[in-house]
C-alpha cells in the first residue's frame, strides 16, 4: 500500500519558534509538495521539489524553507514561526510526467499546526 | 477569478441520489484530479484524467477538453460519501504544479 507520512498529526508552537514538519514517501517518488490548507482558500503550494537538493518556489513560500537531502524525505521549515502560519499543512508526492500523462498525487494525512 | 472554479460550494443530498459536482478550468491542462478529503482526515486521489470518462465503483469522472470542463458523478449516494471534493488541474506550463478548485461540501443524509 503506498504512503505518505507526515511526522506530526498535531502541533502547538509558540511565536518565533523554529518548527519543522517531516515528510516521507515509500514510493520511490522524484516529486514532492508542501501545501498549506485554510478555509476559503483551499490548498496553496508552498514549495516543492523534483529531485533531491532540487526545490521550487510555490505560491506562497515566504516565511518557509525546504530541505531534500533524500529521495524518500521531504521537511518545511518554519525558521520564526507566526501566528499567521497556523494551517493545515500537507505533504504530497508524485511520479513525474510522462509525455501528457503526468503523475497521480499522493497524499499525507496532514499536519494542523497552531502558532500561539 | 481562479483559475479552477467548483460548484455547487455546498451539496446537501439524500441517500441514494444521483450527485454531480462541476469543474471548469481557465487554462490549458495535463491532466485534472479529482480529490476527496473526509473531516479531519487527509486527501485521498479518486481519479486523474486527461481525457473522456473514468469510473471507480460508485464514482464517475468526465472530462472535456474543449470545454475545459469535468464533473464528478456518485451514483446511489451514502452518508459515507459525505466530504469535501477538490478538483486540481495540471497546467502545461509548470508540470510540477497543480492548481486547485476550493472545494465542493458534500453532505449525504440518511
Known amino acids: 500500500d503506498v504512503k505518505v507520512t507526515q511526522s506530526s498529526r498535531y502541533l502547538v508552537k509558540r511565536t518565533g519558534e523554529k518548527v519543522f514538519l517531516e515528510c516521507v514517501q515509500d514510493?520511490?517518488?522524484?516529486?514532492m509538495f508542501w501545501y498549506r490548507q485554510d478555509p476559503g482558500l483551499g490548498l496553496r503550494l508552498i514549495y516543492f521539489?523534483?529531485?533531491?537538493?532540487?526545490?521550487e518556489k510555490g505560491d506562497i513560500p515566504e516565511g518557509y524553507s525546504v530541505s531534500r537531502e533524500k529521495k524518500e524525505r521531504f521537511s518545511l521549515i518554519l525558521e520564526s514561526a507566526s501566528t499567521n502560519q497556523t494551517s493545515m499543512y500537507l505533504c504530497?508526492?508524485?511520479?513525474?510526467?510522462?509525455?501528457?500523462?503526468?503523475?497521480?498525487?499522493?497524499f499525507g494525512e496532514g499536519s494542523r499546526l497552531t502558532v500561539l | 477569478k481562479n483559475e479552477v472554479e467548483q460548484s455547487p460550494q455546498n451539496l446537501t443530498a439524500q441517500e441514494g441520489e444521483f450527485i454531480t459536482i462541476n469543474c471548469s478550468y481557465s487554462?490549458?491542462?495535463?491532466?485534472l484530479h479529482w480529490l476527496q478529503q473526509h473531516p479531519g482526515g487527509g486527501i485521498v486521489s479518486l481519479f486523474m484524467?486527461?481525457?473522456g470518462k473514468k469510473k471507480h465503483g460508485r464514482l464517475i469522472a468526465t472530462i472535456n477538453i474543449q470545454e475545459k470542463h469535468s464533473s464528478l458523478h456518485i451514483t446511489a449516494s451514502h452518508p459515507r460519501d459525505s466530504a469535501v471534493y477538490i478538483c486540481?488541474?495540471?497546467?502545461?506550463?509548470?508540470?510540477?504544479?497543480?492548481?486547485f478548485g476550493d472545494g465542493t461540501t458534500l453532505t449525504v443524509k440518511p
Open positions: 504530497a508526492s508524485s511520479k513525474p510526467g510522462q509525455g501528457v500523462i503526468t503523475g497521480e498525487l499522493f
Open positions: 487554462v490549458g491542462i495535463s491532466a
Open positions: 521539489s523534483y529531485d533531491v537538493k532540487m526545490k
Open positions: 486540481a488541474v495540471r497546467v502545461w506550463t509548470n508540470a510540477g504544479k497543480s492548481t
Open positions: 514510493m520511490d517518488h522524484e516529486n
Open positions: 484524467l486527461s481525457s
